[in-house]
């Protein structure tokens, strides 16, 4: 059992996933959001035709 970086909320991962990512490891929700506003700026930088 691991804590989310950023919420801070118990997520359980394997270990061989805590050590690939350094120890930085996001729950599903918080990794949903960043992807959303990921998506958000990229459409908002595309040139209108």
Known sequence: MFQCLLCKQTI???TRTYWKHKGHLLCS???DN???EVGQSRQ??????
Do not use: D, F, L, N
């Not at 908002?44 to 035709?49: G, N």
């Open 34 to 36: 960043i992807e959303a």
């Open 29 to 31: 929700t918080c990794k």
């Open 44 to 49: 908002q930088k595309r040139p209108s035709s």
């Open 12 to 14: 359980e991962r394997s």
